[in-house]
T-cell receptor, first 114, second 112 residues
């Protein structure tokens, strides 16, 4: 079964810490995405990547950066965590090559910044 | 620009009753349309999608949706609600550019 794996389900970090959220997919997908999900706001796109070492800003990139050194791994970095970054973070991947168009999501990381 | 509007952030139906979750979209090209479901503390799971062809699309767990171009709608239905259908549902649209835009979600409550 195809998978997108997020390294942590729950994470608690202190204000000002540098936080890494890891996402790995085993489907050889070109595209990877990071969203945050907040009640009443739905899913908001933070960053996405269409290929290794490529990255593009989504709708809310401020306070975040990403890294994609290998095709299967897409990391989201909070340079200096703040309480307003407490949220559910969802990683997804897709490929334009496949007929099965659509995103495959990971299980999410619920981050709390205290 | 593409966008998605889901009518109602919360919908309650009785067990056994019809489920209807509304979704309207805007797109400058023929879109791909999706419904995703999210159970508590989990990621999103694809319920069904429309790309081309038949406008009535059947998905998992007895759900279906109909693409109506004239109404720019893609409403999700299920004839008989089950307690296990309680979840959050997201409608989404793509202009075939590998980028999917999600609605804000509708939380479905099932009343015993």
């Amino acid at each position: 079964d195809v998978k997108v794996t997020q390294s942590s389900r729950y994470l608690v970090k202190r204000t000002g810490e540098k936080v890494f959220l890891e996402c790995v997919q085993d489907m050889d997908h070109e595209n990877m995405f990071w969203y945050r999900q907040d009640p009443g706001l739905g899913l908001r796109l933070i960053y996405f990547s269409y290929d290794v070492k490529m990255k593009e800003k989504g709708d809310i990139p401020e306070g975040y950066s990403v890294s994609r050194e290998k095709k299967e791994r897409f990391s989201l970095i909070l340079e200096s965590a703040s309480t307003n970054q407490t949220s559910m973070y969802l990683c997804a991947s897709s490929s334009p090559r496949t007929a099965n168009y659509g995103y495959t999501f990971g299980s999410g990381t619920r981050l709390t910044v205290v | 620009a593409q966008s998605v509007t889901q009518l109602g952030s919360h919908v309650s139906v009785s067990e056994g009753a019809l489920v209807l979750l509304r979704c309207n979209y805007s797109s400058s090209v023929p879109p791909y349309l999706f419904w995703y479901v999210q159970y508590p503390n989990q990621g999103l799971q694809l319920l069904l999608k429309y790309t081309t062809g038949a406008t009535l699309v059947k998905g998992i767990n007895g759900f279906e949706a109909e693409f109506k171009k004239s109404e720019t709608s893609f409403h999700l239905t299920k004839p008989s609600a089950h307690m296990s259908d309680a979840a959050e549902y997201f409608c989404a649209v793509s202009e075939r550019d590998d980028k999917i835009i999600f609605g804000k979600g509708t939380r479905l409550h099932i009343l015993p």
